[in-house]
């Protein structure tokens, strides 16, 4: 095992470097061709020009021989026969002519469709290497190590945009079944309702007093409503934040889906929150892991340490996230977490980062 741990990032960093040699190699052939495109592109119009000329002159004097009378080879000759020569050399110089003309146009051509052949396999071999070269940047860009992105991007995102308004009649009191039941189908810490029928898992809640909604106030949260009255709450928006904020994990990872089940006890929180924020909050400190840690409400705490691309560390929470100030929060064992069942008050410690 340790050999295979010692031996796999050589593995992985030799095949991103010859990737990134193959990705090189592709540019320089690009680069290549596009030079040799270039210099084909201003040879081509001299040479079928001088090609031409030549033919030209080739031909002309093939029509200058022709039309040149042949030496007598004696004096005396008729003038029937000088005549036919004249004749025939001005015809054949006629015809001469004709071809003259005839081939130049050919030659012209000839050359132009020449020149046409070697810009276009010019082009279709840089369309090719474009597309090779596209082929392994893609493949050099998926080998590369990909960077967390940051959740900054979820910053200031409206409820609206998330999961909509709530419909008309429908309160947060008739998600709160629904609610817990999704707390302990995603948390097995002390009952795993994942691998659970539905019928263990209501007699749980019953057994445990945390359903129904009555119950679960009257045994658990009477005494955290009582004292947010006490500092001056009002009594609804106490007893809603009192009963919610313990459940804030389903509402975070059903903010995060966009789940619209529970829509109505999302915007209640939100609004208790924000009818008793009245003054700017002091240095508070709250348990990383462990029962109603950080990571429980949202796991994007995990990473808080964890630079994103642009090398900040930081985080956009979706869910309601509790921090203490209180002395009796700290020992000389660690971080306590404080706990309240009735009027009972108990601080617990968590073995976790603070």
Known sequence: QQ????????NEAQNQEDLERKYREVLQSLQQMLLQAQGSEKAAQPEPKIQ?????????????AKAEPAPEKTRTGSKSESANKTGTGGGERTKAGG??????EECEAGASAAEEVTLESMREKLRLAQSEVKTWTRSLLDALPKPD???????????????????????WED???????????????????????????????????????EEFEK???????????ARGWAPETARTFGVLSVWSAPIARALKRKDRRLVASTYALCQALQSESKQVPPRLYRHLHG???CVEVDS???????????????????????????????????????????????????????
């Open 300 to 354: 994007e705490w995990e990473k808080l340490e964890v630079p994103d691309g642009s090398g900040l560390c930081c985080l956009t929470c979706s869910g309601l996230t509790f921090g203490d100030c209180d002395p009796r929060n700290f020992s000389e064992h660690g971080y306590k977490r404080r706990y309240q069942e009735g009027d009972n008050v108990m601080y617990m410690l968590e073995d976790s980062d603070v």
């Open 219 to 229: 045994r658990y949260r009477q005494g955290s409503i009582k004292a947010l009255v």
């Open 3 to 10: 050999d295979s741990c010692q031996h796999a990032p050589r």
């Open 99 to 104: 071809e003259d003309s005839a081939g130049g």
């Open 52 to 64: 031409i000329m030549e033919e030209e002159n080739t031909k002309q004097e093939r029509v200058k």
């Open 149 to 171: 992105a940051t959740s900054r991007t979820s910053y200031l995102r409206t409820l609206r945009e998330q999961i909509g308004s709530v419909p008309a009649g429908q309160r």
């Open 291 to 293: 029962t109603f840690g």
């Open 175 to 213: 998600e709160f079944e629904h609610l817990v039941k999704e707390y302990y189908m995603a948390n097995n810490k002390e009952f795993d309702g994942a691998r659970s029928t539905p019928a263990e898992l209501q007699e749980f809640l019953h057994v445990k007093g945390y359903y129904p909604l």
